[in-house]
């Protein structure tokens, strides 16, 4: 059974940065694409962006295009989330999930069908 786990989470100041990672083990991501969601305590869990296994990106979030991207790393099995000047609007909890399929459907999909989940890690963005 594959697992993800994400990590890098924190506390950090309005405009200030964060690298997360999520790190895959039991499987391969290269055939996979990763998405990343975020989850406000009382709201739904939302996507916000996706890297194919082409490296192609996908924002569902518009509001963090400029300020938040993501990149990969096949050989470490790793997918990475650089948030740069970060807003209080951004914090949450973070998920990576991945699946074979398109950042579009990956984005959209009931999460139910994506194949696997991370646990989530937590950031938080306030003076």
């Known amino acids: 059974q594959g697992q993800l786990v994400e990590s890098g989470g924190g506390l950090v100041q309005p405009g200030g940065s964060l690298r997360l990672s999520c790190v895959a083990s039991?499987?391969?991501?290269?055939?996979?694409?990763i998405g990343w969601f975020r989850q406000v305590p009382g709201k739904e869990r939302e996507g916000v962006l996706c890297?194919?296994?082409?490296?192609?990106?996908?924002y569902k979030d518009t509001s963090v295009e400029g300020r938040l991207t993501v990149s990969r790393d096949n050989a470490k099995n790793m997918v990475y989330l650089q948030m740069n000047d970060l807003k209080p609007e951004d914090t949450g909890t973070y998920y990576c999930a991945a699946d074979q399929v398109s950042c579009l459907m990956l984005l959209t999909t009931d999460e139910q069908y994506l194949e696997v989940w991370g646990q989530g890690t937590l950031v938080t963005v306030s003076a």
């Open positions: 039991g499987f391969s991501l290269e055939d996979y694409s």
């Open positions: 890297i194919s296994s082409n490296s192609d990106d996908l």
